[in-house]
């Protein structure tokens, strides 16, 4: 196993067409409804695998149709997934409002919740080994893991200690306040929000960031190279005082939902593969774009045969 992703394991269902409700019970027509693998940790995972790299997914999900499901799913997509626990209550699930320009997301995180230091610890140094299975360890969606985030800054550290690089996206704070996320930024190699989430983030800290850019620069002051994902602009990253962009590729848009959980895959495999930074945010930007051809996170995810055409004729 090369990468140990840790995090949320959970089915989208994704709703199109007239997504804004409207109460009174008042009925609305879809244009679609799809029932797809969800969660940033295990699009992220499937996306790795999509580009060659071997990866291990350690998560919670349920005894239930759903958890079942979700595990066919991943390891379809060529995810390990024996760290998968499964027990403990209902599987997570989210369902996507998809409209053309934005999406909302209502999430039950039923088991994903209970993911512990200790489940990753184990996964990462099995039976206490002193050689790690994995050479990186990237976490996802930190405020949906209320089992890990108190523990997650000092298990950051003994992988860095012990050899393994690490990465992190918290994705959005449902709360608003981004508690714990500084705290965590001295062990981390990467560091991965999308535009607004690099604003909030460098704002809680006592930053005051003009935009997304300033505010990776304040990030990256903690330790970390910042990789954010810009939307349509792409994405960029800040290493020191290096900055590198690259723009969105040019393609027919079915769904956004998981595209910057595809950008960490593209982004990690580039770095994790020795490639330099510029080549890392090319290989993020390129990997979200494509993601964005199917339907789900995973739908449209890119084979690196496929990534590496897109980016020759980009």
């Not at 369902?95 to 230091?117: F, K, P, Q, W």
């Not at 997650?152 to 200690?161: F, G, T, V």
């Not at 964005?292 to 084979?303: F, I, L, V, W, Y």
């Amino acid at each position: 196993m090369r990468v140990l992703v840790a995090g949320d394991a959970n089915l989208d269902l994704v709703l199109r067409g007239d997504v804004v409700p409207r109460f009174g019970q008042a009925e609305q027509l879809l244009d679609s409804a799809d029932l797809v693998l969800g969660s940033s940790a295990g699009i992220c995972a499937s996306g790795l695998a999509r580009l060659g790299i071997d990866v291990a997914l350690v998560a919670r999900v349920g005894a239930d149709v759903f958890g079942d499901q979700t595990l066919r799913l991943l390891a379809a997509n060529g995810v390990e997934t024996a760290a998968i626990l499964q027990g403990d209550g209902p599987t997570g699930v989210s369902v996507v409002l998809s409209g053309a320009e934005d999406r909302a997301i209502l999430t039950l995180t039923g088991a994903m919740a209970g993911l512990t230091a200790a489940d990753v610890r184990e996964r990462l140094f099995p039976g206490g080994a002193s050689q790690p299975a994995a050479r990186h360890l990237h976490v996802a969606s930190y405020f949906l893991l209320p089992g890990l985030t108190d523990e997650l800054p000092a298990l950051l550290a003994e992988a860095r200690s012990r050899g393994v690089t690490t990465s992190l996206d918290t994705n959005w704070d449902p709360a608003g306040a981004w508690a714990g996320v500084g705290d965590c930024l001295p062990h981390l190699d990467l560091f991965l929000p999308n535009a607004a989430e690099a604003m909030a983030i460098a704002g809680a800290l006592g930053g005051e960031p003009e935009d997304a850019e300033s505010a990776a620069r304040l990030l990256a002051g903690h330790g970390p190279v910042v990789a954010v994902k810009d939307g349509a602009a792409g994405g960029f990253a800040v290493a020191g005082d290096r900055l590198e962009r690259a723009p969105g590729l040019t393609v027919d848009v079915v769904d956004t939902t998981g595209a910057g959980d595809s950008f960490d895959a593209g982004f990690l495999a580039a770095w994790l593969q020795g490639r330099g930074l510029a080549d890392a945010v090319r290989w993020g930007t390129a990997a979200g774009s494509l993601s964005t051809r199917g339907s789900g996170g995973t739908g449209g995810q890119a084979t690196r045969a496929e990534l590496e055409a897109a980016l020759v004729g980009a």
